[in-house]
Nanobody, 121 residues
Framework: QVHLAESGGGSVQAGGSLRLSCVGSGYGYSSACMGWFRQAPGKERESVATIYTTGAETKYAESVKGRFTISQDNAKSTVYLQMNSLKPEDTGMYYC??????????????WGQGIQVTVSS
């Protein structure tokens, strides 16, 4: 059973920063990709950032490019999402994702439980 545990969410004013962490664990856990998705109330879950663990290739949603950075520590099976210059529209539940196709919600193999990020204006 693979388990993904997120941490680091919370509330911040617009322009502030937060760093999310996700630790993967479980029998034989390893994943070719990990990613972060977010879901605002009434909206679909959308990809925010993806990292491919072998070559460290990264991909970002247009709305977060230049503000968010995804990184990894393979030795710790951990992926991070550094979020700077946060905007109210970044508010939502953020989910860690692993395995499968990490850029599309329907393709993800495993999900974390989600963590709330709230950005006030």
């Amino acid at each position: 059973q693979v388990h993904l545990a997120e941490s680091g969410g919370g509330s911040v004013q617009a322009g502030g920063s937060l760093r999310l962490s996700c630790v993967g664990s479980g029998y034989g856990y390893s994943s070719a990709c990990m990613g972060w998705f977010r879901q605002a109330p009434g909206k679909e879950r959308e990809s925010v950032a993806t990292i491919y663990t072998t070559g460290a290739e990264t991909k970002y949603a247009e709305s977060v490019k230049g503000r968010f950075t995804i990184s990894q520590d393979n030795a710790k099976s951990t992926v991070y999402l550094q979020m700077n210059s946060l905007k109210p529209e970044d508010t939502g539940m953020y989910y860690c994702a692993a395995e499968g196709f990490c850029e599309v919600a329907a393709g993800v193999g495993y999900w974390g439980q989600g963590i709330q990020v709230t950005v006030s204006s």
